[in-house]
């Protein structure tokens, strides 16, 4: 478990941390979900799925960052009334994101934060939290991170290789924090500024299977 050095009241779990005792006070009531998350990580996200579209697991970069217990944590108690509160929650751990996992850290790629937000309502899941994920999604882009809103709604967007799939469901609402990396060209091309910083940061390490769209997009201006 790892305690913000100037905030002790956050905290980010490690899959380690499960037994009761060994968690804050403040989060045993939510032992349950801290354990379905992991279990979700370990069961979904590391595994194929018959609907992705393509081979290999639903994510390839969650095994490795559960391995290596760089797949973390956080909770975020309560009923935000707004999209403002979680947004300044998730801004907070960011910045943490970047001290735990510069950049140029050979694990900064499989490192990735996860809050929860297991007391928000199912009317209200949708609203705030993919709310809050198109709010910071520009802010998080810039900084080159992405961030993904999960819940078992699940959100609207479709996979990748299937548009009849929808990856994004979770046994509890969260978002989800990463550094970006070459093939997230897909989910930043409709934005000329997010294709933008994409193309600063990969500009020559564009997978083999992404060139053509690419240069065909440059070539009309788009981005």
Known sequence: ??????????????????????????????????????????????NPHPDLGRAGSVCPFASASLTRERFFLAVQ???????????????????????????????????????LFPDIPADAVESLVDGVQALLKPEYVRMGLMIGEFHNGPPAKSGLWNRDFRPLRSPVPMLAMRHMVPTDYPFLREDPEQARVYLELFGDQVPAQLRDQVERERAVGTP
């Open 1 to 46: 478990m790892l305690t913000h050095p100037d905030d002790p009241r956050r905290v980010l779990v490690e899959r380690g941390d499960l037994d009761p005792l060994a968690l804050p006070a403040e989060l045993r009531g939510y032992e349950i979900h801290l354990r379905a998350t992991f279990d979700w990580g370990r069961g979904y996200l590391t």
């Open 77 to 115: 108690p309560g009923v935000p009334a707004d999209v403002r509160e979680p947004a300044e929650t998730l801004r907070f751990y960011r910045d943490w994101f970047l001290e735990l996992a510069p950049r140029d850290q050979p694990s900064a790629q499989i490192t990735t934060i996860l809050v």
